[in-house]
């Protein structure tokens, strides 16, 4: 099992522990996104090996994200699709097929993953689609796009944007 199956294993997992019986695949996506956006800013690189965003219609997605949920699905997570009558389209709804016991990964980082995803997992799909679209990469996306005038689907989102945290600037100016 990858890194990044795991991760979503753990993050479902996170959701069920605070009552929340499923995510979104948007939501799945968003909260990866930040996480990877998270690790920049306080490592200056990636959590993953590699998982690469584009810029989709409603922001950051990854293909790896789908692959992943797929190499899930059936095994450890079950989908299902909901229509909610305040909500014009169906949501694809991910959640856990059964408690997972055991996490490859370690402590560290499973402190990190607890910080980044109680930040944001009570966050409605509207905010989480808002605080990705504060991040640099897709500031910088936005960007080239008024400039060209039309949406850059399918480009790269370059992580590299994301300034490292001041603290961790002062912090490696010590060592």
């Known amino acids: ?15 069920k522990e605070k009552d929340i019986s499923n995510l979104s695949k948007f939501q799945i996506m968003k909260l990866i996104y930040l996480l990877e ?17 584009k810029r989709g219609e409603n922001g950051p997605i990854s293909v790896d994200i789908y692959t992943a949920l797929e190499n899930l699905m059936g095994k450890y997570i079950e989908g299902k699709i909901v229509k909610k009558p305040d909500y014009p389209y169906p949501r694809h709804c991910i959640s856990l097929k059964k408690n997972i016991k055991k996490f490859e ?4 980082e499973k402190i990190f993953l607890n910080s980044v995803f109680g930040s944001y997992l009570d966050s409605s799909q509207k905010k989480l689609k808002a605080v990705a679209y504060s991040t640099e990469p897709m500031k910088e996306i936005i960007k080239k796009e008024k400039k060209m005038h039309r949406v850059l689907k399918g480009r790269h989102l370059n992580l590299n944007l994301v300034p490292l945290d001041e603290e961790m600037i002062d912090l490696f100016k010590y060592e």
């Open 1 to 15: 099992m990858s890194r990044l199956e795991y991760t979503i294993l753990y993050l479902l997992s996170k959701a």
């Open 105 to 108: 990964l370690k402590d560290t």
């Open 37 to 53: 956006v998270e690790a920049y800013k306080f490592t200056g690189r990636s959590f993953f090996d590699s998982v690469y965003f």
